[in-house]
T-cell receptor, first 111, second 115 residues
Framework: GDSVTQMEGPVTLSEEAFLTINCTYT??????LFWYVQYPGEGLQLLLK?????DKGSNKGFEATYRKETTSFHLEKGSVQVSDSAVYFC??????????FGKGTMLLVSP | GAVVSQHPSRVICKSGTSVKIECRSL??????MFWYRQFPKQSLMLMAT?????????EQGVEKDKFLINHASLTLSTLTVTSAHPEDSSFYIC???????????FGPGTRLLVL
């Protein structure tokens, strides 16, 4: 079945550091890939997405590229801010409207 | 953006009682709503998918008689945990979807503690 594996956290960084959160997946067919973010006390929000191989999703300075050859969708940001502290979920959708999530990675950014 | 609310945000109940959790789409009509369960440091696990006016579709291993889902309108779905036991303690999250694989809007979750 479908699955998503992402690096365990917490990831602790200083402000303005470079961020990478690794995500790999297994799926049948050609899934769409997503990153969701959950700020403390709030629901999940879609951060970015990519629907086919080599697509790059980007939003709020975050980027992720759909790599079919390595089945990966790593999340990156060049310079993190304290306000980026949250839990990040990698997810895929291999069926209409159904999402499979990774376990989530907590990011803690200190001033 | 679309807003989804859940009520209550936290609930503590005694073993054997039933608990109802509401999920509402506040500013759009949701043809499909999803219920997830999240254990500490674990993924969100899809429990069931409900479509307005029809029976919910449960994922394998989820007891439909234990977790009753009703999607009576385009803005409201309810999850009732019947005869709750301590192992049902968890974080329950709903989402509401429209068209397309990416258009799911998530509620803030409900934390259930069964004593």
């Amino acid at each position: 079945g479908d699955s998503v594996t992402q690096m365990e956290g917490p990831v602790t960084l200083s402000e303005e550091a470079f961020l990478t959160i690794n995500c790999t997946y297994t799926a049948t067919g050609y899934p769409s890939l997503f990153w969701y973010v959950q700020y403390p006390g709030e629901g999940l929000q879609l951060l970015l997405k990519a629907t086919k191989a080599d697509d790059k999703g980007s939003n709020k300075g975050f980027e992720a590229t759909y790599r079919k050859e390595t089945t990966s969708f790593h999340l990156e940001k060049g310079s993190v801010q304290v306000s980026d502290s949250a839990v990040y979920f990698c997810a895929l959708s291999d069926r209409v409207s159904t999402l499979t999530f990774g376990k989530g990675t907590m990011l803690l950014v200190s001033p | 953006g679309a807003v989804v609310s859940q009520h209550p945000s936290r609930v503590i109940c005694k073993s054997g009682t039933s608990v109802k959790i509401e999920c509402r789409s506040l500013d759009f009509q949701a043809t499909t709503m999803f219920w997830y369960r999240q254990f500490p440091k674990q993924s969100l696990m899809l429990m069931a998918t409900s479509n307005e006016g029809s029976k919910a579709t449960y994922e394998q291993g989820v007891e439909k008689d234990k977790f009753l889902i009703n999607h009576a309108s385009l803005t409201l779905s309810t999850l009732t945990v019947t005869s709750a036991h301590p192992e049902d303690s968890s974080f329950y999250i709903c989402s509401a979807g429209g068209q397309g694989r990416e258009t799911q809007y998530f509620g803030p979750g409900t934390r259930l503690l069964v004593l």
